[in-house]
């Protein structure tokens, strides 16, 4: 990754972010320390919350730590940075042009809208280029485009903190973080950037999996309606914090929407590949099902011993994971890959049912491959069948 220009745009671009933003923020940090101390310490088991759970909102597997800390450096560092000039150097734009009043009432909804999401959509481009696997479709493009907003959201809101110490007289400073964070995180962290620039990074997403005529009018859309409702969030309408659950709604939904359709075409997709992997005899009938879920496969290793058998058997299905996932897209496609992780998943396919059959006893010759039941082993003891209730659910089948 470091071989390639993007990383160090993205480096170069986050170390610029914090330094006009330390040049902002510095004369109030060392006036009220205890307040900005205070800040810090409610706001970082958020930041590693959200973080922790917009992972895990990928229906298969959690997206890469590594990839999402650069989505979230590049939102909280580049792009809330950076965007600071901007958002003032446009304001002081339009005060010029349609006066101060209009500004005061206007100027951030008309600013922040186009600077913000542009800059935090940024680092969705930038990770595809620094890692083209990383952004093969809409449902990638949402979740680091979520995870670029919330790493903003959370610079935005200690800028707040900061900001809510002067406005009461710097007389209570961890009284100011409190309300804060109350305020920003309690009550307004529900449809806030993350899921303003999760819509916009779904449509940047199919574009970057698979560029074409329509997904770049598909990108265009997206990011237009995450600065409007961006535009919305910050207009002087439905003033009052009794009012923001309605103004917040629009943009909740939003962002669940866009959630629903890019997880309903990863999944389409995803299936399709293990139904086409399954007749080449890559994958054995019911893996399919056992890939899809990430329960299923935890209760899979239930019924392998551990050590070198259970390490095999993550392997394997990491290789089918990433072989299944190979053909969705990308930036930079590999045209072989997919022959090298078929030809790794019969490897690792063969260590693991020796591992399984366990030592050969002395002139016995070469111990049989275990056969593989299509139905897979029984569920845990405890636990009811996945099909007990739902027909076509995921069984924890073995390789």
Known sequence: MTRRPAFWLWAVMCLLGLWIAMGAMEAQIGEFPAGALTGLVL?????????????????????????????????????????????????????????PEFNADWGASIAAPVDE?????AGVAVLALMAPRAVRGPLDGWGYGALAGFGFQIAENFLYVLN??????????????????????????????????????????????????????????????????????????LPGAALLPVKGLPILLAAVVAYRLAR????????????????????????????????????????????????????LRTAELDLLEDGFGGLEPDPRAADRLRAEIA??????????????PPGTGTAPPRAVSPDGPPPPPGSARPDAAHPDAARPDSA
């Open 347 to 360: 490897v690792l396919r063969r260590r693991l049912e020796a591992a399984r059959a366990g030592p050969v």
């Open 117 to 121: 999401e542009l800059l935090k959509l």
């Open 264 to 315: 309903r075409h990863y999944l389409a997709r995803f299936r399709r590949a293990a139904r086409e992997e399954t007749a080449r005899g890559v994958l054995v009938p019911g893996e399919d099902r056992v890939l899809a879920f990430r329960k299923w496969r935890r209760k899979e290793r239930w019924d392998v011993p551990g050590g070198e058998p259970r390490r095999l058997l993550s392997r």
């Open 164 to 237: 809510t110490i002067v406005l009461t007289g710097g007389t209570q400073d961890a009284n100011a973080a409190f309300f804060t964070f109350g305020g920003r995180v309690i009550g307004g962290a529900w449809w806030s950037h993350w899921a303003m620039t999760a819509v916009g990074g779904a449509g940047l997403g199919c574009l970057l999996g698979r560029a074409s005529r329509g997904t770049a009018a598909l990108a265009c859309a997206s990011v237009v309606l995450a600065m409007a409702l961006h535009a919305w969030w910050d207009s002087p309408l």
């Open 43 to 99: 706001l970082a088991p958020v930041l590693a919350a959200g973080v922790w759970a917009l992972r895990r909102l990928h229906p298969v597997r959690p997206r890469p730590l590594g990839y999402a800390l650069i989505a979230v450096a590049w939102g909280g560092l580049a792009a809330f940075g950076t965007a600071l000039p901007a958002n003032a150097a446009f304001q002081a734009i339009i005060a010029k042009t349609a006066g």
